[in-house]
């Protein structure tokens, strides 16, 4: 059975990945109209294991798995169906895909607590910039200020709630109250190489890298490129170009941390012209906060050194700061007593789990991306991980249900 609804699974993503905002590519973003087709088709999967079905005010499709007990919590599974632009088909929606087969395993079963399956609209923030929409709606975290939000079509999120005829003064309803749910476990691509390394197809997320995201730049002094001496110049491209090496150093020099520049302008920007600014993205990350925030310190040291030496003014700026994740480690100790060969480790990218975390006792598998690639068209997952997966949620499911 659980290798029948593994292929079946596998074949529900083919069908989600052609529900695309344009031809040619997986695009699905947030209250676009290709949601709206990946809703029915979920909806239509989660009628068919037995759940009743509804649409929350800031589109979160949930369908749920009833105990006979009435006052029993409710067991939160899931992931989110939106997708970055020309996505892979597996990303999100897998975890979704996953948790209504477990469902449909455990159908005639009846259970001390619910199963909610949460389909979540959003998550990876391309179509508003800000991540997260419908997991902090479900934990009571959704900000009045979101609804004024635009898109680059100039489309403000209040009104494309309400084109997708949604209410959003009814928001506040689509959370949870804590005393009222037991936990959640999301399923989720690895989107990394590790596992594949391994040779194993399921591992348990041990936490959730925080990460320090900030905005950089060096200001020199613009002049010609071929009338200008090397030693007197101010070029601030030099500058940067010397910093990211050293991120790239920095992070080598610490297991589980990860630097990365992935953005970067350069003004004037004309090919004989000395670089007046160059300015860049910063992205750092690792499991401890500690060590993030020490690899942080050593950076901007660095930089003012680099400033000094080449007579140049660095600026920083901190956007976002996100701490460490802990998943719980009794979730996690139910896991590895079922299967005590399934590896731990951290998550480097964020997940709806972070978030849930704030909120209730949080858990998360990761499955086996092959080619290490995720955010990409190349992006694959293999059946029998899938199955693997599947047998591992349904084990935790049901020996939740014998400690309750």
Known sequence: MNKKLAKEIMQRCDELSKFTEYDGELTRTFLTKPMIATHNSVKRWM????????????????????????????LLLGSH???????????????????????????????????????????????????????????????????DLVDSGGVAMKDALINYGLNPAEIPKAAYKAEQVLGFLEVHIEQGPRLAAMEKSVAIVSAINGATWAKASFVGKAGHAGTSPMDL?????????????????????SDGLVGTVGQIEVRPGSSNVIAALAEFSL?????????????????????????????????????????????????????????????????GAGHDAMIMAEFTPTVMLFLRSPNGISHNPEEIVWQKDVEAALKLVVSFIEKLADLN
């Open 81 to 147: 169906l939106d997708t970055v632009r020309n996505a892979g088909k597996y990303d999100g929606s897998i975890g979704v895909l996953i948790a209504i087969a477990a469902v449909e395993l455990l159908k005639d079963k009846d259970l001390p607590f619910n199963i909610d399956v949460l389909a979540f609209s959003e998550e990876e923030g391309v179509r508003y910039r800000t991540p997260m929409f419908g997991s902090k709606a479900v934990i009571g975290d959704f900000k009045d200020a979101y609804l």
């Open 47 to 74: 009628q068919a294991a037995n759940m009743t079905t509804r649409l929350d005010a800031v589109g979160n499709l949930i369908g749920q798995k009833q105990s006979k007990n009435k006052n029993a919590k409710s």
């Open 283 to 347: 992205d750092i990350r690792h499991s401890e906060d500690s060590k993030r925030q020490k690899a942080v310190k050593r950076l901007l040291a660095k930089a003012d050194e680099i400033a000094k030496k080449r007579n140049l003014k660095f600026n920083y700026i901190e956007n976002t700061i996100h701490t460490a994740t802990e998943m719980d480690k009794n979730f996690i100790n139910i896991l590895k007593k079922i299967d005590p060969s399934v590896p731990i480790m951290p998550s």
């Open 233 to 253: 110049r101010q070029d601030a491209l030099l500058g940067a170009s010397e910093l990211i090496i050293e991120l790239e150093k920095i992070a080598l020099s």
